[in-house]
């Protein structure tokens, strides 16, 4: 298991106002300072946590959404305290009323789209060989369904935002796995989630790249987190990727000139070879 931040699908929470952080009157607050916005999923922890904490400090204007309410509103004050703009709404990604409210909420709070960060995710090991179907269904609920509809009904508000800005871009960053492209054993349902998000990416670029949508999928190998401390008795942390590794490539993405698209990133791990995670 490779998971970036898990969501448990079976506690369909949907917005919660109390953890919004940032009360501005404007609705397009984020348009009229020109600043960028963007939502990250998965945003209380790990990958996500790591990423919005870029963006606040270089004082963008953020959505962050997770399941766990108390996680996400310390994880909001701490962005707060970084420089950014922040509302924390709480939602179960699983949850298709929850995945459009959290859309809605962001636009109605900032008034434009920058970037969206898929990185929320869940991973559980086991063989093919009578694999339970609830892990499966979960799985693909959380790492495929919930990006392909957050996608889905952002892309009005993408694609106003890249014609809004003088460079005339957008950007959906999706934090996939290694195991999407090359299977371990006993990860085959977490890397077939995966790899349908990386064609998931690809899709992206093919329809939205002329409307000025960018999509970059980062697959990276083990990554040092919290959720990959169920392997270290065979891969210890200090020989995994390091958090700031992922936050980097996206920093990369955000400054390249607008004529520039990288639609995917390996990221191995050295002491893996370039096919294991």
């Not at 929470?13 to 300072?33: Q, Y």
């Not at 190998?221 to 401390?229: D, I, M, Y």
């Amino acid at each position: 298991m490779i998971a970036e931040s898990e969501m448990d699908p079976r506690s369909l929470s949907g917005l919660n106002p109390d953890c919004s952080i940032m009360k501005e009157d404007s609705p397009a607050f984020a348009v009229e300072e020109g600043r960028r916005s963007a939502l990250v999923t998965g945003g209380s922890r790990g990958i996500g946590f790591e990423i919005a904490q870029l963006l606040a400090s270089r004082g963008w204007a953020l959505t962050i959404t997770a399941r766990h309410a108390e996680q996400l509103e310390q994880a909001a004050r701490t962005l707060t305290a970084a420089g950014g703009h922040v509302q924390a709404i709480v939602g179960d990604m699983a949850d298709d009323a929850a995945i459009e409210g959290v859309i809605n909420g962001h636009e109605a709070m900032f008034g434009e789209l920058s970037v969206l960060v898929l990185a929320a995710g869940v991973g559980s090991a086991g063989a093919i060989a009578g694999y339970s179907m609830p892990r499966f269904e979960k799985q693909f609920a959380v790492n495929i369904k919930a990006p392909y509809a957050l996608v889905s009904h952002a892309l009005p508000l993408l694609r106003r935002s890249a014609t809004a800005r003088p460079e005339g871009r957008s950007h959906v960053v999706a934090i996939t796995s290694l195991d999407g492209i090359y299977p371990e054993r006993g990860l085959a349902a977490y890397g077939a989630s995966k790899a349908a998000l990386i064609s998931l990416v690809r899709s992206i670029n093919t329809e939205e790249n002329a409307n000025g949508v960018l999509a970059t999928a980062i697959s990276p190998a083990f990554v040092a987190t919290e959720l990959s401390a169920w392997t270290t008795d065979t891969i210890p942390f200090d020989s995994m990727i390091s958090v700031e590794d992922v936050v980097n490539v996206v920093n990369l993405l955000l400054i390249l000139s607008p004529n520039a698209c990288i639609p995917h990133v390996l990221i191995n791990r050295v002491a893996a070879g370039p096919y294991r995670a």
